[in-house]
């Protein structure tokens, strides 16, 4: 979710969130808890991932500009699904749920949020249809046209679990190039 409109309108208004930085591999959500946060990136990256048989898998990269939290955990309660971590040294600001739902009532706040949640909500639509139909050499030139510059940024084996692949297998796409 980009947010460049989200930080203009927390610049009047501060006092709503904290701005933090956070060193590298600092893990800011824990798989299973609830999420009282949601991070809104100003300089830095963070990944999402999970575990599944011992293996974390990336589900995403967020980089400066775009915002992130367990939108599940943090809108309704539930139990997060995902890690949350620092790649690099990330400076953050971080909105508590309660000041989230305190501004959602303001109409300006709504005009601002809904339109990047829902764009949000199409990124995510997409890179699931895109692991159903496309093949990883699609996914890995989809993210080369679209977000060339996480494969300068993270390391391999991060991309490839991102792509859904093994670090071997990337190689060898790569090496197609």
Not at 8 to 34: C, N, Q, R, V, W
Not at 132 to 148: A, T, V
């Amino acid at each position: 979710m980009h947010i460049p409109d989200l930080h203009s309108f927390l610049k009047t208004d501060l006092h709503l969130s904290t701005e933090i930085t956070y060193p590298a591999k600092t893990i800011l959500l824990e798989e299973g808890k609830i999420s009282d946060k949601m991070f809104l990136v100003k300089k830095g990256a963070l990944r999402i991932f999970f575990y599944q048989d011992g293996k974390e898998l990336t589900l995403e990269f967020i980089t400066e500009n775009q915002a992130v939290s367990s939108f599940d955990s943090f809108l309704n309660g539930n139990p997060s699904d995902f890690v949350i971590e620092t790649l690099e040294s990330t400076t953050v600001y971080e909105l508590q749920a309660e000041t989230f739902h305190r501004l959602m009532e303001n109409e300006e706040f709504q005009h601002i949020f809904l339109p990047l949640f829902y764009k949000r909500f199409s990124e995510i639509n997409k890179r699931l249809i895109s692991f159903i139909r496309d093949s990883p050499q699609e996914r890995y030139q989809q993210l080369l046209k679209n977000r060339p510059e996480l494969l300068l940024r993270f390391p391999q084996h991060y991309i490839a679990s991102y792509l859904g692949i093994t670090s071997v297998s990337l190689s060898r796409i790569r090496s197609r190039g």
